[in-house]
Each structure stands twice: as C-alpha cells, then as structure tokens.
C-alpha cells in the first residue's frame, strides 16, 4: 500500500477517482490532472533510452556477421573449399589470426549476451466470498466503528461512488469484524492466506516442486514481521537451505516491477534454476481510524489481493512458458525531496498513522511516467515513430520553440497494456495522454472495479483479464506500468511465446462474461 489517492485535503473538496502513487481524487489540490506530456522533453532521458539499446550493440552486430558467414559457407562447392585449403597452407599467420579473432568474438558473446528469461505461469489470489465488501457494507462498518466524524464519512462515501471500484471487492477479516481488530495476529493471517493461497495456485499450474526454487524475492510495502514474509514461505514450504531469498519493503505498488527486476538480475548469475516473485499488500495493520482525509483515501481504495510468478533461465522452459521477458526500465525520483515526500507515512495530529499525499503528487507522478517513457521510447518503438519525434526535437530547438513535440504512438510498440489500476482517474489520464482506445485500458479498469487496487500485484490481475479473454496471441507485447512512493515509476516489457490461455484457477475464470462492465464516472 503506498499513497492511493490525493494530496492535503480541503473540507470542502469534490471527490475524484483515485489511484496509488499517482493520485486520483481531485481534492482541491493544485492539479487533479497529469502533467501534459507534450510538454518540454528532457533530451538526458532520450540518451539514456539509447544508451539501453546500444549496451547490446556487440550483440546486434556479430550475429549478422555469424548469419552472413554461414550462408556464404553453406555456398561452397568441394573446388572453392579445395582452393581455399590451399591458400591457407600458404597464409598461416594468417589462418592463426582470423582463428584467434572467431575464438576471440564467440566468447565474448556467450560471456556477454543476457540469458532469456521466460515467465513460465503466474497465478492471482481470490479471496472468499465472505470478505467482499460492498460500498454499503463498508460505508456501515466504517459509521459503526465510531473513529470517524461525519464530514470524513461522507468524503469516503464519495470517493467509493467515483473511484471507479465495483461492489465485489475483497478486505480483510479483521475489517469485517466491529471493531475492528488489526493485530499483528491478523496480519499474520492475511498475509498468510494471500500468499499461500497464490502459490498454491501457482505450483499446481506449474507442478513445479518447491525444493526446485532457486530464489525467491517478496514485495509487500506496508507489513515487514520478523521472520520475514519471504521466511513464512520457506518455512512453509520448506525451500531448500541454499535459497537466495529477499523481502522487499517500502516500495510501494510498482514494486512488483522492481521484484522481477531483482529476479532477472540474479537469473543473469545462476544459471539452471527457478526464480518465484510474490507480490502483494497488508491491509489488516495499515487501515487508518483518524479523520485526516489525506489518509482516508486509501482505506476507500487498497484490497485484498496478491499475486505469485515463476521465471526460469532453463531454456528447456521455452516451450511451455507464456512469456519472455524484453525491457526493464526503472525511473526514481526519490533525489527531489518533494518526490520523496510526496506519499508519506506518518502521524497526524492525533497520533494515528497513516499515509500522507502531498498536494505535488500529480506532477510529480506525471514527470516520473514522463520520464520513464522517454527512456522506454527508444528500445521499443518503431524507427518511424522516433525519426518524428526526432524531427519536432530539432524544429522546436533549432527553428520555433513553440512547436510541440511529438508523442509517439505507443500502440505500434505494444498489443496490450497493464497500468497499475490505482485508481480511476490515473487510467483515464494514461489514456488520454498516449492517445490509447478503450480496449487498451479495459483491462486496467476492469481490474479495479472487480478487485480494487490491489497494489503491486494489480498488473498480474490485468494481465489475466487479457489471456482469459482470449485476446494474447503469439507475438504481442504487454507493457505493464506501475508506480510508487519514493517517487518510482517502473516499465516491464513481456512477449507472448505462444497464443496464451488463461491457467487454472484464474481470478476471472467464473465471472469473464460479464466484464467489460460500465463504470459510473
């Protein structure tokens, strides 16, 4: 869990739909709107896109050398290859050199080249019928637990009829109990039953066996016990000793992203192995029961969910894996110190914790996602699109610094896309400003009206909407887009290996039919 909604409040305020890290609730605020991204773009974040792309450089250029010297091989007739022997009898320093060169130029690529690393399946946690929480239900439970004064109840009642959340989302057991009881105890058990239950899931989808993991890399934001979450899961399922396992706190919902970045990362150095990421958020200790209305916003936004994902470098996982992992690009702002303030945890006035929302955090969200594109731009798009955006760069520094520059047409780069569904102004803002149809964002909105914001692991509740639509096909890239205090915009792009169907116990299996559904603005 990490921000949710808006910046500092006014009694006032008109409620909006909101969204985690990146705002949504217009309260007031200086801005309810992202920043226009046809604004000023700072050429630093081109560099860095390119920079990306020519790391790989040595690559990209020796296996078209290696492709044009098998086919000129394959060529040859016996009599070429004849005279060619009996050059070389005579060039010996010659045949030492170009052999010295070849050895030299294969090894550098296999110590070089990244080893491919395959998302073989994933799985959502869904939780029991008996924690939905409709905006009734929770509009009651929050009247009768008494730390709440009418103006704030009325302030969550209109966040919930505009946040773009549907009737079905899930809290937790404690939420549902009067009073509520947020023990540690509890958290213990929600923590346990999302991410046991997505495991579960996941390992009987894969049959992979526990003692096959290699590594094991946890997010959750908010709830850091001792042992760790990463620990309860060993312990669990008792993962062999040597596991590199770790438990990433504090980062908020594009923590995810980061998680199966550390996965790559360590995928790249041992070789042979499983690496599983389990994404979620703690509800039960971080509900806030003060009258801030900053920190209301996300008791109105954040439920239950989670997810667990296994990647492989065994390139016998080829064939069975859904997806192969193709970009990582990470932006933190966290230097800025309004970046780094801009979602807060803290006390208010009366001692009760929750999370602070500056009244910065649209533009700051938005410079982060600003960045972060223009850093993915490169490595991803078409040459047509970045020649464009290259020539309105040129015009507007050289010829007229009124010229806007050009947005590039992300749909020629990506068939799906999982924006972390926040909340709902966040989505539309997205939409809006990468010129996106509907059909783009749906699963986004569709994710939250069902399941709300489930945090780090909403995009894996997305991206299961799209397969169990039936709408991946072999080829498509998804790009999944996450935010999150510090401030952090994180990009993960996949391929899809094969025309992908939604895996067993998919979180939308029993209810697909009827999304899309109308969300009331």
């Not at 102004?425 to 400003?433: C, S, T």
């Amino acid at each position: 869990m990490d921000g949710g909604g808006n910046a500092p409040v006014n009694a006032g305020a008109t409620a909006r739909g909101g969204g985690d890290g990146v705002p949504a609730i217009g309260i007031q605020i200086h801005s309810r709107r992202l920043p226009d991204f046809l604004q000023t773009v700072k050429l630093k974040y081109v560099k860095l896109g390119y920079h990306y792309l020519i790391s790989n450089l040595f690559t990209l250029c020796l296996i078209p050398i290696m492709i044009v010297i098998l086919i000129e091989a394959s060529q040859m007739n016996p009599n070429d290859i004849h005279h060619l022997w009996l050059h070389l009898q005579y060039n010996l320093v010659f045949v030492i050199v170009c052999c010295a060169i070849l050895v030299f130029g294969f090894t550098a690529y296999i110590m070089t080249r990244p080893r491919s690393v395959y998302l073989v399946d994933y799985a959502c946690y869904r939780a029991p019928d008996h924690l939905k929480a409709s905006n009734d239900r929770f509009m009651r439970h929050s009247r009768l637990t008494g730390d709440f004064d009418e103006s704030s109840l009325e302030f969550q009642r209109r966040i919930l009829e505009r946040s773009g959340l549907g009737e079905e989302t899930y809290v937790p057991e404690a939420m549902h109990v009067i009073p509520p009881q947020p023990s540690m105890a509890a958290a213990r058990a929600e923590a346990e039953e999302v991410m046991y239950g997505a495991l579960d899931n996941l390992f009987a989808n894969t049959g992979i066996k526990a003692k096959d993991i290699g590594i094991l890399v946890v997010n959750c934001s908010l709830f850091n016990p001792t042992p760790s979450l990463s620990a309860m899961i060993v312990n669990k399922y008792k993962l062999r000793g040597n596991v590199r396992s770790f438990n990433l706190g504090g980062m908020g919902c594009s923590a995810g992203v980061i998680a199966v970045d550390m996965a790559k990362d360590l995928l790249q150095v041992h070789r042979n192995t499983y690496a599983v990421v389990v994404s979620t958020e703690n509800i039960t200790q971080n509900w806030y029961f003060g009258n801030n209305k900053a920190m209301l916003i996300p008791n109105c936004l954040f439920r239950v969910g989670g997810a667990a994902v296994l990647l492989s470098n065994k390139s016998v996982d080829k064939r069975r894996a859904k997806y192969k992992l193709v970009h990582v690009v990470r932006t933190h702002r966290g230097a800025d110190d309004k970046a780094f303030r801009c979602v807060y945890q803290e006390e208010d006035s009366a001692g009760k914790i929750g999370v602070s929302l500056s009244k910065d955090l649209m533009a700051i969200a938005g410079g982060a996602l600003k960045t972060n594109i223009t850093t993915l731009g490169p490595i991803v798009l078409p040459i047509s699109e970045q020649l464009l955006f290259f020539a309105t760069l040129l015009v507007k520094k050289f010829l007229n610094p009124h010229v806007k520059p050009y947005i590039p047409d992300f749909k020629l780069a990506f068939d799906h896309f999982c924006i972390h569904a926040g909340g709902r102004a966040v989505i539309d803002e997205l939409e809006k400003n990468l010129q996106l149809l509907p059909i783009h964002v749906e699963a986004s909105r569709m994710a939250l009206h069902r399941f709300g914001n489930t945090s780090a692991s909403s995009i894996w509740y997305e991206l299961a909407y799209t397969e169990t639509k039936g709408r991946m096909r072999k080829g498509h890239r998804v790009w999944q887009i996450a935010f999150g205090s510090g401030f952090k915009c994180n990009s993960a792009v996949w391929q899809a290996l094969r025309n992908v169907k939604a895996s067993s116990n998919s979180p939308w299996e029993d209810c697909i039919d009827k999304y899309p559904v109308t969300v009331v603005s």
